[in-house]
Nanobody, 126 residues
Framework: QVQLVESGGGLVQAGGSLRLSCAASGRTFSKYVMGWFRQAPGKEREFVATISQGGDSTYYADSVKGRFTIFRDNAKNTVFLQMNSLKPEDTAVYYC???????????????????WGQGTQVTVSS
């Protein structure tokens, strides 16, 4: 298994940028598909983005496409979420997650990811 720790959350004004990081333990980070999800108060956990093991394939939710970028540095056991042009509706707790396969199941379903970090708060003010 893998342990995940998110960081980089904070308060930013609408239109601003923020970069989230997720550090993974162990030596098998490159074997995991990584994803970012978010959850606002009173709402279901929502898919944001995912990236394949080698970093050559990505998939984004329509709500963040063109604004957010997911990338990873396997040598540093870290996956990132670069968030630009932030909107108040982006406010949520952001979680990173890991799964073993790029092809099996749904890449956007939280239930398909067995490993999760503790989350980091992102607040976008208007």
């Amino acid at each position: 298994q893998v342990q995940l720790v998110e960081s980089g959350g904070g308060l930013v004004q609408a239109g601003g940028s923020l970069r989230l990081s997720c550090a993974a333990s162990g030596r098998t980070f490159s074997k995991y598909v990584m994803g970012w999800f978010r959850q606002a108060p009173g709402k279901e956990r929502e898919f944001v983005a995912t990236i394949s093991q080698g970093g050559d394939s990505t998939y984004y939710a329509d709500s963040v496409k063109g604004r957010f970028t997911i990338f990873r540095d396997n040598a540093k056991n870290t996956v990132f979420l670069q968030m630009n042009s932030l909107k108040p509706e982006d406010t949520a707790v952001y979680y990173c997650a890991a799964r073993s396969s790029w092809f099996v199941g749904s890449r956007a379903a939280p239930d398909e990811y067995p490993f999760w970090g503790q989350g980091t708060q992102v607040t976008v003010s208007s």
